[in-house]
């Protein structure tokens, strides 16, 4: 079992910035893909960005949704067991919940946090 907490959501402006994280309650150095979703109002929940695992034998690179690509990145910092999302020139259409997730590979668990909310506005 894994427990996620995400924290960093909040109002920005157009062009601003924001960094969520997302605090694993043990390690995430394993076999697992580390992903960020979101899910604007009325949509399904969609891909944002994912890594894997340093923990993988052969991890691959970064995975980004085109809409988001080249303005946020994906990151761990394994001391912490926190993933974190980088988010450079946000846009409206970036408003969302966000959510981490953390997925087992051997034994096919989607793990996830509860979500934060990011509103971009003026």
């Known amino acids: 079992q894994v427990q996620l907490v995400e924290s960093g959501g909040g109002l920005v402006q157009p062009g601003g910035s924001l960094r969520l994280s997302c605090t694993a309650s043990?390690?995430?150095?394993?076999?697992?893909?580390l992903g960020w979703y979101r899910q604007q109002l009325g949509k399904t929940r969609e891909f944002v960005a994912s890594?894997?695992?340093?923990?993988?034998?052969?991890?691959?690179?970064?995975n980004y949704a085109d809409s988001i690509k080249g303005r946020f990145a994906i990151s761990l910092d394994t001391t912490k067991n926190t993933l974190y999302l980088q988010m450079n020139g946000l846009k409206p259409e970036d408003t969302a919940v966000y959510y981490c997730?953390?997925?087992?590979?051997?034994?096919?668990?989607?793990?996830w946090g509860q979500g934060t909310q990011v509103t971009v506005s003026s």
């Open positions: 997730n953390v997925r087992d590979i051997w034994g096919g668990v989607d793990y």
């Open positions: 890594m894997s695992s340093p923990g993988l034998a052969s991890p691959g690179p970064a």
């Open positions: 043990r390690s995430i150095v394993g076999p697992y893909e």
